[in-house]
């Protein structure tokens, strides 16, 4: 059986791409520091070709669509390669298409409304977002006892010093970030300060065992 994918690194880089050279080294580093699972976002008209990059050249990465919000969405992504979806919020509708893309995904909620519907649906995995702004650690730690079933990605306002809290939660698999893609090093390309940076956030999967 598959590893889940909240389950394949401690934090999810969450990208925004805006030059299409700059994906596949960028993957690369990512990679290199220990984290695998990429979502990028399709916040700029290059994320499918950053997917398509990624997917074709970055082997060991595995690449996967931010900001899904119609089926259109859903379908593009996966034939540019993606191997998960993620969503900000999510409707019946939007839903379907992700149960149907034959990928994992992981459907935005921040709500205990929402987070029921889902199971409701046979869905476990979701992300909790915005995470810091929905009521944080302490709203995901009093989930956990009437709905221990559900698993989270928290994103939203997550950073190196809050993440170890976030990944010491029952309910809590990985948390998405975007602290290991600096402006200004990816300005500069640097690439050997974003794999020093995912490999700093890859080792909170020690920190989350010792906690």
Do not use: H
């Amino acid at each position: 059986m598959a590893p889940s994918l909240l389950d394949l690194a401690p934090v999810v880089p969450v990208v925004v791409i805006e030059d299409a050279s700059d994906a596949v080294p960028l993957a690369r580093a990512l990679v290199a520091g220990g984290l695998p699972a990429i979502e990028v976002t399709l916040r700029t008209p290059v994320a499918l070709d950053a997917i398509r990059a990624i997917a074709g050249e970055v082997p060991d990465a595995v690449v996967g669509a931010g900001t899904v919000i119609t089926p259109d969405q859903v379908t593009q992504t996966v034939a540019a390669g993606a191997r998960f979806l993620v969503s900000p919020g999510w409707t019946d509708v939007l839903l379907a298409a992700m149960q149907a893309s034959g990928v994992p995904f992981l459907p935005g909620v921040s709500t205990t409304s929402e987070v029921v519907a889902l199971l409701e649906r046979g869905v476990t995995e979701m992300k909790f977002f915005p995470a810091e702004a929905a009521g944080g650690t302490a709203y995901l730690r009093s989930l956990a006892g009437p709905l221990p079933q559900a698993r989270f990605c928290p994103t939203g306002g997550i950073g190196p010093e809050n993440a170890p809290e976030y990944l010491s939660l029952p309910n809590v698999g990985c948390v998405g970030g975007t602290w290991m893609l600096p402006a200004d090093a990816i300005a500069a390309r640097d690439w050997g300060r974003v794999e020093a940076l995912a490999r700093e956030a890859a080792e909170l999967r020690t920190l989350r065992a010792q906690v």
